[in-house]
């Protein structure tokens, strides 16, 4: 089985322009393979710390990669060490407060320091909420409730008021080459819990929604920002 497309990952990753030995932060990487994708750009001189509130993904994380400290909490306003880099990317909600972003920003950075912030956008991801629309209300409440995110006006104009330069928006549009429909819904079951029920009703929607049952694509809206602090 592949990987999960996760396009903006990836993205966030190569506009943080991490180098050998730095020192990062990780915030919400929601997957083992994203973190070890970080830990490998820094290698072995590279500190990196992991924050991810999911027990079970902050777990996993540890398992897999010892030389990591792993710390099951959400990002928020507290010095956790003093980092040349800090990205988070969590995969969707429950998000933390701009503000504790922006203050976690200033507490953990140093001066110089560069970051990239890759949050849902406010309509993540259109075809699944359509797709959801045609289930039940209940999943449908529960699927726009985790895919609902932020605009990039408000994630650009919360960091700037935290006193971070240079901040700008990167790419948040990402078309998902999926081998699938069904690849849309193990996505999905990454971020919301459903039963075998719901998997079934939202796999036969999703077929219908993207029109096919074998390689099609769907958006992705995100809302990113890179800057300094």
Request: proline share 7%; net charge neutral; charged share 20%.
């Amino acid at each position: 089985m592949r990987d999960l497309p996760i396009p903006w990952i990836a993205h966030a990753q190569a506009a943080l322009d991490l180098r050998r030995k730095d020192r990062v932060l990780l915030c919400m990487p929601n997957t083992v393979a994203a973190a070890q994708a970080v830990a490998a750009l820094i290698g072995d001189d590279g500190r990196l710390v992991v924050l991810e509130p999911d027990r079970r993904t902050a777990a996993a994380i540890a398992r897999a990669m010892p030389q990591a400290e792993v710390i099951t909490q959400s990002p928020r306003d507290h010095r956790y060490g003093f980092f040349d880099a800090v990205l988070a990317t969590p995969l969707a909600a429950p998000l933390p407060q701009l503000a504790d972003l922006a203050a976690m920003l200033r507490a953990n950075l140093r001066p110089g320091g560069r970051f990239v912030i890759d949050l849902p956008g406010e309509t993540m991801l259109p075809a699944l909420q359509q797709a959801a629309a045609n289930v039940s209300p209940e999943c449908a409440q529960r699927i726009v409730a985790a895919l609902s995110g932020v605009a990039e006006a408000e994630l650009c104009a919360a960091l700037k008021l935290a006193g971070l330069r240079r901040t700008e928006l990167l790419l948040g549009t990402h078309l998902l080459n999926l081998a699938s429909p069904l690849e849309l819904l193990d996505l999905a079951a990454l971020m919301i819990p459903l039963d075998e029920r719901e998997r079934m009703d939202l796999g036969d929607a999703l077929l219908r929604t993207l029109g096919a049952t074998s390689n099609c694509e769907a958006l992705a809206q995100r809302s990113a920002v890179v800057g300094l602090r």
